[in-house]
């Protein structure tokens, strides 16, 4: 069945199509918070995430005190999180993340098992975005911290504040929260059961999604006309 989209896509696909096709110009000011939440008939906290959003992608910029003003017209290829690009953020898990999970494999403790368990039972009961994305960041340093390998824990930290801007974007505009407790679930089980090999298949079908959802949102699929050599599914 089709995803519901919730009222803050809703308001972002509204602003980003206006802002792509050309409705506001690079440079102009998008209309106040009050007026947008007017004409949009949305609250200003689903506005205020749709606003965070189109700054993720590269659309538009706030400057304090003045408003948010267009800063491209798109298309939309390499959103930023915090410091750090989705390409060079994905670039830099698949090197460090999908071997850390087949030392971890090997290497981790009851101990490590235990709190990975503890961790995904909370996860899959949080209805918070917020609190979700919080430990779903702490899961990736839980797992690294099990590879017994201090620097690959450390590199993780490093990255915990784009990681969780990234978790937060995809939560929000790709309904990934159910799908990553499955995921995630997978790679547990693949370290209870001392698999190298599955536990890095299991990490590497994590980050595939990961990818994927970003994609689609990203660059969402055309659907003003069927796609070559027959219709779309």
Known sequence: MPRR????EAVLT???TAIERGDY????????EAELCRRLEVSRPVLREALRALQVMGLTASRTGKGTFVVSTGPVEDPTFGDYTASDLLEVRRHVEIPVAGYAAVRRTPEDLDRLAHLLDRMERETDTTAWVAMDTLFHITVAAASRNPVF???IEEIRDAL???SAFLNELGGRREQSNREHRAIVEALADGSEHDAVEAMSH???RVE???TSIVR????????EGGSQT
Do not use: F, W
Request: aromatic share 0%.
């Open 5 to 8: 989209v919730s009222a803050m």
């Open 14 to 16: 509204h602003l980003r």
């Open 25 to 32: 110009a690079i440079g102009e000011k998008l209309p106040s």
């Open 153 to 155: 824990r450390r590199v």
């Open 164 to 166: 969780g801007r990234q």
């Open 206 to 208: 994590h980050l595939d």
């Open 212 to 214: 994927t959802t970003l």
């Open 220 to 227: 969402p699929a055309r659907t003003d006309r069927p796609a």
